[in-house]
């Protein structure tokens, strides 16, 4: 069964930690995608992924660090220069940049 | 500045009548719209999109309606069933621009039985 999937679903880390979120895609997407959604702001684009080895900022990427060393993962780290790094991150794949999307169910990061 | 904008943030419908969500956008280079559901801690899915060379789609209880010269768009759910309390959330790109679509905030629909 195609997906992806993104873990943890919750996470919990120390404030002035770094924390790498997890996000696998096993539908053969050459494009992947972080968005941070917060209450009243919608979807936000951290980074995005178009080929391996090879990702560009969003707009919000500022205390975040991506890499895309295979197809079908693209881990997203929240680094401690983040200021507000408590959010519901998703991870997204699709064929082709401007293709449908096929999000991932999400990590709620909570950092206290 | 928002170029996709969802002006309602909540709507309220009783089951069986007819749900109509707007979406305003900004830029005139976007050529192809979509509107994703969302539940509560789980990840958006597609639901239904529009190219701009049309001015409406149908799939099912689902209808987008694509206004080009107010650049506007609307879903309609018709009929509501209290499972389409969601959120929606309209999206826009540009085929000559970079391609990666811009979201509007959001709008939570409740379905009322």
């Known amino acids: 069964d195609g997906g992806i999937t993104q873990s943890p679903k919750y996470l919990f880390r120390k404030e002035g930690q770094n924390v790498t979120l997890s996000c696998e895609q096993n539908l053969n997407h050459d494009a992947m995608y972080w968005y941070r959604q917060d209450p009243g702001q919608g979807l936000r684009l951290i980074y995005y992924s178009q080929i391996v080895n090879d990702f560009q900022k969003g707009d919000i990427a500022e205390g975040y660090s991506v890499s895309r060393e295979k197809k079908e993962s693209f881990p997203l780290t929240v680094t401690s220069a983040q200021k507000n790094p408590t959010a519901f991150y998703l991870c997204?794949?699709?064929?082709?940049?401007?293709?449908?999307?096929?999000f991932g169910s999400g990590t709620r990061l909570t950092v206290v | 500045d928002q170029q996709v904008k969802q002006n309602s943030p909540s709507l309220s419908v009783q089951e069986g009548r007819i749900s109509i969500l707007n979406c305003d956008y900004t830029n005139s280079m976007f050529d192809y719209f979509l509107w994703y559901k969302k539940y509560p801690a789980e990840g958006p899915t597609f639901l239904i999109s529009?190219?701009?060379?049309?001015d409406k789609n149908e799939d099912g209880r689902f209808t987008v309606f694509l206004n080009k010269s107010a650049k506007h768009l609307s879903l309609h759910i018709v009929p509501s069933q209290p499972g389409d309390s969601a959120v929606y959330f309209c999206a826009a790109s540009a085929s000559g621009g970079s391609y990666i679509p811009t979201f509007g905030r959001g709008t939570s629909l409740i379905v009322h039985p």
């Open positions: 529009i190219s701009s060379i049309k």
């Open positions: 997204a794949s699709s064929m082709r940049v401007n293709y449908g999307y096929t």
